[in-house]
């Protein structure tokens, strides 16, 4: 399974350093986590909320991040509320029970966010992060179409 992520060039160790020092949506600080996408296009949209409104005035050194893992992800439960999935990602971390974990993105629900515990046993077989580099400014330029179709789709 390919799992996607937007990040900045100096924060593609997938350590879970960030998560380990600030906390996650899902996660409490003192716990490495990794959020992926299911899709790079997911990806995209997650990282889009963060971004300044201006794409000029963001970070320029995004990188586009992918791993493969072989292993499927153990499914959070459906119908959980936050609270609740915070629990339970904290108890999936901490037990180490699989490498990567999945619920339904908030943003787009009919793909997923993966969470990878860089703590389980397998997780140095997902080898580094591979990057390309990445520009808002340059995915969300004006189409050359749009004089022809308007914004309305």
């Known amino acids: ?3 996607w992520r937007i990040t900045r060039s100096v924060h593609t160790a997938i350590d879970g350093a960030g998560a380990l020092a600030h906390g996650g949506r899902y996660s409490p600080p003192g716990l490495p986590v990794v959020h992926f996408a299911s899709e790079a296009a997911l990806a995209v949209l997650i990282a889009l909320r963060y971004q300044p409104t201006d794409p000029d005035e963001g970070a320029a ?12 992800p153990e499914r959070v439960p459906a119908g959980l509320a936050e609270p609740e999935i915070q629990t339970w ?17 908030k943003v787009l629900p ?4 993966v969470l990878f515990n860089p703590r389980h046993p397998d997780a140095g077989q997902a080898g580094p992060l591979a990057v390309r580099p990445f520009s808002f400014a340059e995915c969300l330029h004006t189409p050359p179409m749009r004089a022809i179709y308007g914004t309305g789709l």
């Open 89 to 105: 990602v904290t108890d999936w971390l901490v037990q180490r029970r699989s490498l990567a974990a999945a619920l339904a993105s």
């Open 1 to 3: 399974m390919k799992l």
């Open 61 to 72: 050194d995004l990188v586009l991040g992918w791993i493969d893992i072989a292993a499927a």
């Open 110 to 113: 009919e793909g997923d966010v």
